[in-house]
């Protein structure tokens, strides 16, 4: 019988990440859970307030035994920073997995970003003999490819050891995006099963009163969430100011979050109807999704991204607004097929204007048919407990 897991996962709380609900679910039901982490950083690269940035040290969060490491600061303006927070905790959690005593009966890879978060939990399976699960969120080698480094035969060569290593670590996989499966299959054994579990929706107070974006009658269009490069607001704002005049009136394009990208958008915008908000509070989200007409989600075009599913998608779903996918592959199809909202090209500027007017000259009608839609889909394959139940049938199995 399964009675305690061992999480490790680069980001706990306080950081928001759904590994926390993971955690909290798997402790009331009776299990021992602890957590190897960092010290919280994340996304500002600054140690959050009341915490110490020691080598090594016990935390404690509703009865979850949390090991934090040192963390890597400053990672949000230094691009070596960024490269040896990669390192980081792969280093120094794989030295302080070795000081592990529970004999755990399974553990679970909360694998966020970087796969190189992953090999503490790959040193403590093979150390203790426990079953290793790795929960993927993103795919390497190709996601670091995709963020601008050059592809090297030397990188490669070491970075597609490195993924087979780390896959063939574990007793079992699962992934957050069904296209996942056939890139990840490639670094497996066969006796490796591949689980497609997705990731739900971020918890919204939907009963908050909408937000104001203006005082007149415009259809708001709203980006929420990091801002970076591979977010392709570069283009969406193009288009967006290039309407005609008559629909330009009409319409204001909200742009919500942080990133490293922010500033240069800023200095790029000359539109007086596009306007930034900088990051909000989690709980106060839903007051912007109440207030907005449409919801953007966006990645650049490369083909790792359109076998990803960003994680917003969902949320943007529970919001119960028009979603505007500006973006290929998986979440265009998941849009199309379940007729969630308008979908355009990521790098074709004709077709994201073409879906801007189209959603500006929407009925009523069309619109209550993508919401109707959002419920369904909602209730059929993101429930939250659902997911949860699912993951830990993989541990289990």
Not at 77 to 94: A, C, D, Q, T, V
Not at 322 to 337: H, M, S
Not at 338 to 352: F, H, M, S, V
Request: proline residues 4%; hydrophobic residues 40%.
């Amino acid at each position: 019988m399964l009675k305690s897991i061992l999480i490790v996962a680069e980001c706990f709380y306080p950081e928001e990440f759904k590994i926390n609900d993971i955690a909290l679910s798997w402790k009331r039901k009776g299990y021992i859970v602890d957590v190897l982490t960092s010290t919280p950083t994340y996304p500002e690269g600054k140690v959050f307030s009341g915490y110490r940035n020691k080598f090594f040290y016990k935390d404690h969060y509703q009865g979850i035994n949390i090991y934090r490491v040192f963390a890597i600061t400053g990672y949000k303006e230094s691009l070596l920073r960024k490269l040896l927070r990669y390192l980081n905790f792969m280093i120094i959690g794989g030295i302080a997995s070795l000081f592990f005593r529970r004999k755990y009966d399974c553990i679970l890879g909360f694998n966020t970003g970087s796969l190189t978060s992953m090999l503490p939990a790959v040193i403590i399976s093979k150390v203790k003999k426990v079953p290793l699960t790795l929960w993927v969120q993103d795919l390497w080698p190709e996601s670091v490819y995709a963020y601008g480094f050059k592809k090297t035969r030397v990188l490669s060569f070491l970075l597609k050891g490195f993924v087979k290593k780390i896959y063939r670590s574990a007793n079992s996989i699962a992934i957050t995006s069904q296209g996942f499966e056939k890139i990840i299959k490639l670094y497996l054994k066969n006796d490796i099963k591949v689980h497609y579990i997705p990731n739900w929706p971020d918890e919204l107070d939907l009963n908050l009163k909408p937000y104001k974006f203006n005082n007149e009658q415009k259809i708001n269009f709203t980006f929420a969430g990091n801002i970076g490069r591979i977010q392709n607001l570069d283009n969406i704002m193009i288009a967006f100011s290039s309407l005609p005049k008559k629909y330009l009136k009409k319409a204001q394009l909200n742009i919500i979050g942080d990133g490293t990208y922010l500033e240069n958008l800023k200095l790029k915008n000359e539109c007086e109807n596009i306007i930034f908000y900088g990051k909000k509070p989690r709980e106060d989200m839903g007051r912007y999704y109440n207030g907005s007409n449409f919801l953007i989600v966006s990645l650049i075009d490369e083909p790792i991204f359109s076998l990803t599913v960003p994680a917003k998608t969902q949320t943007y779903i529970l919001a119960n607004k028009p979603i505007l996918a500006i973006i290929n592959g998986e979440t265009a199809q998941l849009v199309r097929n379940n007729n969630l909202g308008y979908c355009a090209k990521p790098n074709d500027l004709d077709d994201i204007r073409k879906i801007f007017t189209k959603s500006i000259d929407s009925s009523s009608n069309a619109l209550s048919r993508f919401t109707k839609n959002s419920k369904s889909l909602l209730e059929e394959k993101f429930d939250k407990e659902k997911i949860i139940n699912s993951l830990e049938a993989v541990l289990i199995n």
